[in-house]
DNA sequence: CTTTCAGCCTGACGGC
DNA sequence: TGCCGTCAGGCTGAAA
């Protein structure tokens, strides 16, 4: 009775764009759901993501239990008896909890289904995102970096790793073999408040401002967690919008704009294939 | 080895 | 009003 009392409040966990803090936020929602019910169902209406859903996956995973629900960088590991569910959510994914009887929306293309009565839906418009099945380790977390909130994530590190390349600084923090979870959000507003330009070559920036730049990815990405949480809350009670739209961002989406420091003309540049957005006097 | 780039996909948006 | 081109973005694997 009290689940369905809850699920009646329709807990939504999604994201615009998910990146670490919104993959964070969503681990947090469903965990709580999902952790040791046993799987009743796996519908896949569109097995058509990144990659296609692995063949046979709902055979595979029904009956079993989950034991564990975890991330790594933007993945969603959900852990089972035997084998795991490795899910990204891609540039447009989200994840809610709710019930069978709620309607399928445009998009809705996965439905986990579990023993409490409550459903895990997987709505993704761009179809970037992936469920993978593996009975062993998966491959796409192998050769991952550490995770930026971790201790072993530093500027000492990020110098050593850097040291005779030339790639820009923006591409090399966000490169998952650098450091996993920094995407271009997060990495243009790292780089403001370090006052680091994006273009600047990676092998050419002393330890000191390293140590800087991995300090403010650490806040930067702690802060939008400390909002997912609060927007969680929110969600709970059937309000709000997703976690990043209520962050301050200084420099991310304002090219022309004016900095938020020095009131000057922010500039845009193109690294990598994506727009980045700086202030050419606060960042050197 | 490092670096670059096409491709995957849909919705939003601007120009005509 | 609708059509068409462009852009957005994480990640992979192939090419340079």
């Not at 409040?9 to 040791?36: F, N």
């Not at 994006?198 to 000191?208: N, V």
């Not at 300090?215 to 930067?220: N, T, W």
């Not at 919008?241 to 193109?270: H, I, W």
């Amino acid at each position: 009775m009290t689940i369905f009392y809850k699920l009646a409040t329709l807990m939504y966990v999604s994201s615009y764009m998910p990146e670490l803090p919104e993959v964070e936020t969503t681990l947090k929602g469903i965990k709580p759901w999902i952790l040791g019910q046993q799987i009743t169902g796996l519908i896949i209406r569109q097995a058509s993501l990144r990659w296609p859903v692995t063949d046979g996956m709902s055979a595979l995973v029904k009956n079993q239990t989950v034991v564990d629900v975890s991330r790594r960088a933007k993945y969603l590991i959900v852990q089972l008896n035997h084998g795991s569910l490795l899910i990204h959510l891609g540039m447009s994914g989200s994840l809610r909890i709710t019930e069978v009887s709620t309607p399928w929306r445009k998009h809705d293309h996965i439905e986990l289904q579990l023993s409490n009565g409550a459903v895990l839906r997987y709505h993704d418009p761009r179809r970037f995102g992936s469920w993978l099945w593996s009975e062993e380790d998966h491959q796409q977390l192998s050769h991952l970096g550490p995770e930026p909130l971790s201790d072993n994530f530093d500027g000492a590190r990020l110098w050593h790793i850097a040291k005779g390349r030339k790639i820009a600084v923006k591409p090399f923090i966000m490169d998952n073999k650098v450091v996993v979870g920094v995407g271009n959000i997060y990495a243009s507003e790292a780089l403001f408040r370090s006052g680091i330009r994006p273009d600047r070559s990676a092998g050419r920036i002393s330890q000191k401002r390293f140590d800087c730049l991995a300090g403010h990815i650490k806040v930067v990405l702690a802060e939008a967690i400390e909002q997912g949480g609060t927007t969680l809350r929110d969600f709970v009670n059937s309000q709000g919008d997703p976690g990043y739209f209520q962050q301050t961002l200084d420099v991310y989406g304002r090219a022309g704009q004016a900095c938020n420091d020095c009131s000057g003309v922010l500039k845009e540049c193109r690294l990598g294939q994506r727009s980045s957005v700086f202030c050419p006097v606060c960042q050197r």
